[in-house]
């Protein structure tokens, strides 16, 4: 293998010497071989074999070369007017009359100049070496004795003797201009190779097989991968006929008649593929198709793994049975336990609470516990969306299925939580159509897209939770009896905060910190009057509800006191009762408050300590004396 890819074949020993000499001014390296004619066309074919891309030579061993089956390009050493002037000079010095035995581009020199310098010239057009020879002697027969030709002519009339044979030689000129026309040449070839590569690799990256094919089904260009999924190693070429490779006779007809495929499943040496034929248009001419072939059954396992890793794009359950704030408590330990077995397998689970009770969590915490958890945890609050909109969400929609749908359609929540988890929270509040495809997905195991007719299979756990009594949602035929059966397999019941009271104290400190945190306010605390009146509450709202209380409460409170006072925790839950009243009749401090007595009893309470004294006592409750007396009032 050379270490140059141009290459010159001289065929005579002043080009070959001018070559060499001239060679030093480029950089790019030069090989020079000493070879004409016939004898030139198989070094042509060696130096191409060894990896030259391009050859230069002259005259009729340029023509040679490029008449036999050498495919890199060959260039020839023009013949220039200086050239065929200086030729004629010195021919018409030695005698008026003389021939000139020469290929098409010697000829035609002459031709263009000769008129001028009033001689007689005798033209011989030659193709090969044989001509060559016969001419030489045709010259000689018609009395003629100087002849002008390349190599191969000097050596024939040298041979026959008695003739004064001039030789055509390059100048430099021609052949400096014939170095930089090569190194353009191959410029523009080491180009076609870098895109070729760059294509190549492009078709190599893309797992999908390609194949592209003339408009009579010859092979023009294939990729690697194309080669592994249809095992064709040694068996596929260019210009093999697709219809032989695949086995397929109905790919040529296709492309003759300039159909298009897409995602068409056809089977091809016994396995399934989906295939999409692009036909290739220039002109209104039909040039051919590109065809991709995909394997059905990796389509498949790609579009689970994607499914898979939507989850850490959003749809991922944080949370752990061990991320719940508790004290050693006996029926919230059974409860864990319980759901822990419950995550081992793919049954339905129902869970019912009161709103506020921290039932997705418990639902996060089974997802990241059972067997699909490396797969998406995706909720949905089933009371947030009206019947059309919580249907499109579910089950997805084709492009054009409404007007507004999405162009291109959208997958739905039960596609993107394949190989994962659907939590519906509020799983009461579906209206009965919504109920009937529900139920559907969950017994057949697969969806239907909104203005689709193809059936989509999934594979999904089932989550569901309500604050509702859906067993008399049932009977008073508001929710489908088999629907709640199926989905009431499995049941956990969340308990209300108010039976946790235990765990109160932990949960206050925990969003303290978190809060504190998060608003530049740390190190907060809360007095002991403050938290038995929070012990004591009720929560309707539940954990929920004693979040956004302690929110408030760090969000109002005094940076520079450090504390939460009996007051502050007052205000903020009368505030929280005011919103929850059902008549103007009901307010904080009536009768009918939930804080009322308590907050009668810490009063009394500090009055006995203080003996009776009533500055002492707004002091220690951190009230005003006038707030004090209204309350007492």
Not at 76 to 93: K, S
Not at 159 to 179: D, F, H, N, T, Y
Not at 294 to 302: F, N
Not at 607 to 628: D, P, Q, Y
């Amino acid at each position: 293998m050379y270490h140059t890819e141009i290459a010159y074949i001289t065929p005579d020993e002043d080009l070959y010497d001018l070559v060499n000499e001239l060679k030093s001014k480029f950089s790019e390296p030069i090989l020079v071989k000493k070879s004409f004619l016939d004898e030139a066309v198989q070094v042509g074919v060696d130096l191409e074999r060894e990896g030259i891309s391009v050859i230069v030579s002259r005259g009729g061993t340029t023509d040679m070369l490029r008449n036999s089956k050498i495919s890199i390009p060959i260039i020839d050493i023009p013949i220039t007017e200086y050239d065929v002037i200086g030729i004629l000079d010195q021919a018409r010095r030695i005698s008026s009359k003389f021939a000139i035995i020469g290929f098409d581009t010697l000829i035609n020199g002459i031709e263009s100049i000769a008129p001028i310098w009033n001689v007689e010239i005798k033209k011989f057009l030659v193709k090969n070496q044989k001509e060559v020879k016969k001419a030489v002697k045709e010259a000689k027969d018609l009395g003629i004795t100087v002849v002008v030709g390349g190599q191969a002519t000097v050596d024939y009339a040298n041979e026959l003797g008695e003739m004064k044979a001039i030789l055509i030689k390059s100048k430099k000129p021609a052949v400096l201009s014939s170095i930089k026309e090569a190194i353009r040449v191959l410029e523009a070839l080491r180009k076609e190779r870098e895109m070729g590569q760059r294509l190549t690799s492009l078709l190599d990256s893309i797992h999908e097989g390609i194949i592209s094919v003339d408009k009579a089904g010859r092979i023009t260009h294939f990729n690697d991968y194309l080669v592994k999924i249809m095992n064709l190693e040694n068996k596929i070429a260019v210009g093999s006929f697709i219809d032989e490779i695949l086995g397929d006779k109905s790919i040529i007809p296709s492309i003759n008649n300039g159909q298009k495929w897409v995602d068409e499943i056809r089977t091809i040496k016994g396995v399934a593929f989906i295939c999409d034929l692009t036909p290739i248009y220039i002109n209104k001419e039909n040039l051919g198709a590109i065809i991709s072939f995909r394997v059905l059954e990796e389509i498949q396992k790609l579009e689970h793994n994607v499914r898979r890793k939507l989850y850490q794009k959003g749809h991922v359950a944080k949370y752990r049975f061990t991320d719940i704030i508790r004290r050693p408590n006996l029926s919230l330990e059974k409860l864990i336990e319980k759901a822990n077995s419950y995550a081992k397998v793919d049954s339905t689970i129902l869970i019912y609470g009161e709103s506020g009770t921290g039932k997705e969590l418990f639902a996060q915490s089974l997802h990241n516990e059972s067997s699909c958890k490396n797969g998406p945890f995706v909720a949905i609050n089933c009371a947030a969306l009206p019947e059309n909109l919580l249907e499109s969400e579910l089950f997805g929609y084709v492009e054009g299925a409404f007007t507004g749908a999405r162009k291109g359609g959208k997958p739905g929540l039960f596609e993107i939580a394949h190989g994962g988890t659907l939590f519906l929270d509020e799983i009461g509040e579906i209206s009965p159509f919504v109920q009937a495809r529900l139920l559907r997905a969950l017994e057949e195991r697969q969806i239907m897209r909104i203005g689709d007719d193809k059936v989509i299979p999934v594979d999904v756990r089932i989550i569901c939770a309500t604050n509702k009594n859906l067993r008399k949602m049932v009977s008073d035929n508001i929710f489908r009896e088999d629907l709640f059966y199926r989905i009431n397999i499995l049941r956990l019941e969340m308990p209300p905060l108010r039976e946790r009271i235990e765990d109160i104290d932990l949960l206050v400190q925990y969003f303290l910190e978190t809060f504190g945190l998060k608003l530049n306010k740390k190190s907060l605390l809360i007095d002991g009057e403050s938290m038995q009146v929070l012990r004591n509450y009720k929560w309707p709202g539940n954990i929920r509800e004693l979040k956004n209380v302690i929110e408030r409460l760090v969000i109002s409170s005094n940076k520079d006191k450090g504390s939460i006072t009996f007051s502050d925790v007052i205000d903020i839950l009368d505030e929280g009762f005011e919103m929850r009243k059902t008549s103007p009749k009901h307010h904080f401090g009536s009768k009918t408050s939930i804080l009322y007595e308590e907050e009668m009893k810490l009063i009394s309470k500090v009055l006995e300590e203080t003996g009776g004294n009533k500055a002492e006592t707004a002091r220690r409750l951190g009230i005003s004396k006038t707030t004090l007396w209204r309350k007492l009032k």
